[in-house]
């Protein structure tokens, strides 16, 4: 059996052609969707997302406005423009770009940030609100996967859930998100005993380590469902050493899961839609005055 892809470059495509008539639909009333990135540091990485993100949002109409500041840039100084985002009618999202440099505390920076303008989901305030089931802005990785499974036909509904991670902005807003579509989940870590007897008997595996190939076939039970969010680079002395690879063996694991998401091509894609598909939901929110 070889298991059936999980496409998130198309399901994004599709997406962000919705996204598009949205947002043009929106700017015909008076309200352009506008999203304000803040990168600080010199982060290559940091670098390549925003400039990814940027892209995209020129591509579905989504008005973006960036603002880079140098490594050993002041707290007082982000801030004050934080503030500032805030109070401008003209932008529905703001986004900070993380890690930031030490001298920050990114727990502050984060809710500095407008409840109804945190399209990362990141605040305080609406990851209380996903706790409780409530309206909420949704962290884009999990929401990105929750939307692979549906438009992939996977049940969640009953099905065992094992997420193997517990970061703010991966593993617990994930557990949260496919507790609440009616799974039940159980959520690894790097402190678990025999993770291998979580993962096999997992119908839906949501694999968040940061540990390239650490999923093998040994560790997946037929017919799965494979969630891979990884990004990591094949180790030297491997055929493809230094190109892109997740936390899943995935030529190994398609061979005996039901479904698999690809990396690169899986969850990326989806976790820059989602973020555009926050920022366009802000901007209906301001256009019916909601905010």
């Given at each position: 059996m070889t298991a059936r892809i999980l496409d998130g470059n198309a399901l994004s495509a599709t997406l962000r052609g919705e996204l598009a008539a949205q947002a043009a639909e929106l700017a015909a009333r008076g309200v352009p969707p506008g999203l304000a990135v803040i990168l600080v540091g010199d982060n290559s990485a940091s670098a390549v997302y925003v400039r990814n993100k940027v892209a995209a949002c020129e591509k579905v109409g989504i008005h973006s406005l960036k603002f880079a500041y140098p490594q050993d840039a002041a707290p007082e100084t982000v801030m004050a423009k934080i503030a500032e985002l805030n109070g401008d009618p003209k932008v529905?999202?703001?986004?900070?770009?993380?890690?930031?440099?030490?001298?920050?505390?990114?727990?502050?920076?984060?809710?500095?940030?407008?409840?109804?303008?945190?399209?990362?989901?990141?605040?305080?305030?609406?990851?209380?609100?996903?706790?409780?089931?409530?309206?909420?802005?949704?962290?884009?990785t999990p929401h990105g996967v929750m939307k692979i499974l549906e438009y992939g036909d996977i049940p969640v509904t009953g099905a065992d859930a094992v997420?193997?991670?517990?970061?703010?902005?991966?593993?617990?807003?994930?557990?949260?998100?496919?507790?609440?579509?009616?799974?039940?989940?159980?959520?690894?870590?790097?402190?678990?005993?025999?993770?291998?007897?979580?993962?096999?008997?997992?119908?839906?595996?949501?694999?968040?380590?940061?540990?390239?190939?650490?999923?093998?076939?040994?560790?997946?039970?037929?017919g799965a469902t494979v969630i891979d969010v990884g990004m990591n680079r094949f180790p030297e002395g491997h055929a493809r050493a230094g190109k892109l690879c997740g936390d899943v063996d995935f030529e190994a694991v398609k061979e005996i899961a039901g479904a698999i998401t690809p990396v690169p091509g899986g969850v990326g894609p989806m976790t820059i839609t989602m973020l555009l598909a926050n920022t366009v939901e802000s901007a209906a929110r301001a256009a019916e005055g909601e905010r």
């Amino acid at each position: 059996m070889t298991a059936r892809i999980l496409d998130g470059n198309a399901l994004s495509a599709t997406l962000r052609g919705e996204l598009a008539a949205q947002a043009a639909e929106l700017a015909a009333r008076g309200v352009p969707p506008g999203l304000a990135v803040i990168l600080v540091g010199d982060n290559s990485a940091s670098a390549v997302y925003v400039r990814n993100k940027v892209a995209a949002c020129e591509k579905v109409g989504i008005h973006s406005l960036k603002f880079a500041y140098p490594q050993d840039a002041a707290p007082e100084t982000v801030m004050a423009k934080i503030a500032e985002l805030n109070g401008d009618p003209k932008v529905h999202g703001i986004l900070v770009q993380l890690p930031l440099p030490p001298q920050f505390d990114e727990k502050a920076v984060l809710e500095a940030i407008s409840v109804g303008k945190d399209v990362d989901g990141f605040h305080a305030e609406n990851v209380g609100r996903l706790s409780q089931g409530q309206p909420a802005y949704f962290p884009c990785t999990p929401h990105g996967v929750m939307k692979i499974l549906e438009y992939g036909d996977i049940p969640v509904t009953g099905a065992d859930a094992v997420v193997i991670g517990r970061s703010n902005i991966v593993g617990k807003p994930m557990a949260m998100l496919l507790t609440q579509a009616g799974a039940t989940v159980t959520v690894c870590h790097s402190r678990t005993r025999d993770l291998a007897a979580h993962t096999r008997r997992a119908d839906i595996l949501v694999v968040a380590m940061g540990r390239a190939l650490a999923i093998g076939a040994d560790m997946v039970k037929p017919g799965a469902t494979v969630i891979d969010v990884g990004m990591n680079r094949f180790p030297e002395g491997h055929a493809r050493a230094g190109k892109l690879c997740g936390d899943v063996d995935f030529e190994a694991v398609k061979e005996i899961a039901g479904a698999i998401t690809p990396v690169p091509g899986g969850v990326g894609p989806m976790t820059i839609t989602m973020l555009l598909a926050n920022t366009v939901e802000s901007a209906a929110r301001a256009a019916e005055g909601e905010r």
